[in-house]
């Protein structure tokens, strides 16, 4: 089981931009899968953004062009660059690490973005 520490949540305007990091306790170098997903309260979970096994990077509709994922493999870490934070953005962030046929969560980091 890995661990996954989410950090770089808090609160900002809209317009604004976070930067949010999840470290891992051990290399991510040749995973199957990383990436963030988001709840905002009452709503299920969804996928925010991924790389996939081969390192592609996917996003889902409402991220595109406003969000990037990156990592950077010799810190155990990936990141998730958010700009253009609207309201609706709002919620708690969650990074994953998909591997040997198991995932595993972090505990989360709340983003909270003003009108």
């Known amino acids: 089981q890995v661990q996954l520490v989410e950090s770089g949540g808090g609160l900002v305007k809209a317009g604004g931009s976070l930067r949010l990091s999840c470290a891992a306790s051990?290399?991510?170098?040749?995973?199957?899968?990383m990436g963030w997903y988001r709840q905002a309260p009452g709503k299920q979970r969804e996928l925010v953004a991924r790389f996939t096994g081969t390192g592609s990077t996917r996003y889902a509709d409402s991220a595109k062009g406003r969000f990037t994922i990156s990592r950077d493999n010799a810190k155990n870490t990936v990141y998730l660059q958010m700009n253009s934070l609207k309201p609706e953005d709002t919620a708690v962030y969650y990074c994953?690490?998909?591997?040997?046929?198991?995932?595993?969560w972090g505990q989360g980091t709340q983003v909270t973005v003003s009108s």
């Open positions: 051990r290399s991510i170098f040749n995973v199957n899968g």
């Open positions: 994953y690490l998909d591997d040997s046929g198991s995932r595993d």
